[in-house]
């Protein structure tokens, strides 16, 4: 507000900004909107008036919720900003809600400057009945509380209206009474302009002593309003000047102290970062190998819980494949079951199967079940080029869509069926694809609900849940989409796995 009041107002404005931050800290809405309303001032007196607007209006809305009595002065003040951008509908409006405002909370001080501005907008608005109106009320406010500033401005007002509509007899009355208050309390401003509208009136009365007399005492009150700015501007420079050197001299003294302290504190600070990222990156790459590790070893859990569940089924088939065949055709059933399982064994304990190993499995797998079935279906495994030789998949993971589409989709079919394997790489993902012309998954679920030995199956759930951990380790996308075909020319399912690219290395 000192900085306001010397015309520096760019070192106010960094102080106000300062004061708005701290209150928002702690959360002062009083503060807050004084603060605000303070910068909206700073703003109007240097006509920017965008901003100007911006700062009262949000003041004028804490105001609002705080029922704060100044208010109403914010309104008038956004009124006075309309007006001089020359918007007055919008400046009326405004005055209007402050002239409410003010007769809630009888705030006279206000209510007698609100009445000054909307003498000037009538007089803008050439209604000079309301104009003379509106100055009269705020000159008879001014004098019920003694404020002779307010009053000589009012006064100054209504003389110039009369001049405006060449009463100049009467408007001597009123400039003569404005020059006398702001003589009385020394206000060099309105003294000049008091002294100046005398000048001009008695020029247009034909007195042109009288108005040479007040034009020359116009001149001298300028040109005092002149000095007494040039002296404010020297002593303030002087007082500054001088600040300015006694602060100097002290930081001089300090100052190598102050540097040393400070690079010391800052170097063992940067000690202390330095260790502590060194630290946090080694923690961090810890965390990262045990959760990678965790993650594969969850992978292999839900292999091997594969694992029984294969050869459980397997073993049921061979049985009921001695039941029906005989003991030579289960022994050529049971050698490829061994030669599967050898397979099974020996890619069990790690991660990664490589795909013409998995391709080999589900041809010996497949052999078996057309055993078992007789011949019911035929099958075709397909690689495209686009899937390299060290290309690898998790182990058993396509296997049960094999198995399902053979028990649930060709078995119940009648006449023979077919299974089609296909695997390629598209926008770097491994895409398997197992195809049958089975009776389709509507008609498999009905037999499923009407079927006394229908079991729960874990096969879909458990790769699922594989594939969740797929795509942590990888960070890639894998999914599964299981479609019904269900056309003119085929019915059956599909199984499409949708897995992120790996390589066995």
């Not at 701290?22 to 007196?45: A, C, H, P, V, W």
């Not at 020359?216 to 420079?237: G, L, V, Y």
Request: glycine fraction near 4%.
């Amino acid at each position: 507000m000192v900085y306001s009041e010397q015309g520096d107002y760019t070192s106010s404005l960094k102080n106000y900004e300062t004061g708005l931050k701290l209150y928002q800290q702690i959360d002062e809405k009083e503060g807050i909107s004084k603060t605000l309303n303070n910068i909206g001032i700073l703003y109007k007196s240097q006509q920017k008036y965008p901003k100007a607007l911006q700062y009262l209006k949000e003041a004028y809305k804490i105001q609002t919720l705080l029922s704060e009595k100044n208010a109403p002065m914010t309104l008038t003040n956004i009124g006075v900003i309309y007006f001089e951008t020359g918007e007055y509908q919008n400046a009326i409006q405004f005055y209007r809600k402050a002239q409410k405002g003010f007769e809630k909370n009888e705030n006279k001080r206000g209510s007698a400057l609100l009445n000054n501005y909307l003498g000037d907008y009538y007089k803008a608005q050439k209604n000079f009945i309301l104009a003379n109106e509106y100055y009269q009320k705020s000159l008879a406010l001014y004098e019920e509380i003694q404020n002779k500033f307010g009053a000589s401005l009012a006064l100054y007002n209504i003389g110039l209206l009369l001049q405006e509509q060449k009463k100049y007899k009467e408007a001597v009355h009123f400039a003569a009474k404005s020059l006398a208050y702001a003589e009385e309390i020394g206000v060099l401003d309105q003294t000049y302009h008091s002294e100046e509208l005398l000048s001009e009136l008695y020029e247009s009365l034909k007195e042109p002593e009288a108005a040479l007399a007040h034009y020359k005492n116009s001149i001298i009150a300028r040109d005092s309003i002149s000095n007494q700015e040039t002296s404010k501007k020297f002593a303030m420079a002087e007082m500054n000047y001088e600040y300015k050197k006694k602060e100097a001299l002290l930081s001089e003294k300090h100052k190598r102290e102050f540097q040393l302290i400070v690079f010391s504190v800052l170097g063992g600070i940067l000690l202390i970062v330095l260790g502590w990222v060194i630290y946090n990156r080694m923690q961090v790459k810890r965390q990262l190998t045990i959760k990678k590790e965790l993650a594969e070893y969850e992978q292999k859990a839900l292999h091997l819980q594969m694992n029984p569940h294969f050869v459980f089924n397997c073993l049921s088939s061979i049985s009921s494949f001695i039941v029906q065949n005989g003991t030579d055709s289960a022994l050529k059933y049971l050698s490829k079951f061994s030669k599967l399982m050898r397979l099974t064994l020996e890619y069990s304990k790690g991660s990664l199967i490589p795909i013409d190993k998995e391709i080999e499995s589900l041809q010996n797998y497949l052999e078996l079940e057309q055993l078992r079935f007789e011949n019911k279906f035929e099958f075709e495994i397909n690689s495209s080029e686009n899937v390299e030789f060290n290309v690898g998949l998790p182990p058993l993971l396509i296997q049960p869509f094999v198995e399902n589409a053979i028990l649930h989709g060709l078995v119940p079919k009648e006449g023979k069926g077919k299974i089609n394997v296909d695997f390629d790489v598209q926008n770097n993902q491994l895409i398997c694809t197992i195809t049958d012309d089975g009776i389709g998954l509507s008609e498999s679920k009905i037999l499923k609900e009407n079927s006394v030995t229908a079991h729960q199956s874990m096969a879909l759930d458990i790769t699922k849940k594989r594939l969740k951990i797929m795509e942590s380790i990888t960070s890639k996308s894998a999914k599964i989409e299981i479609l019904e075909l269900n056309s003119n020319k085929q019915t059956g399912t599909k199984a499409i796995l949708y897995l992120p690219v790996q390589y066995i290395s």
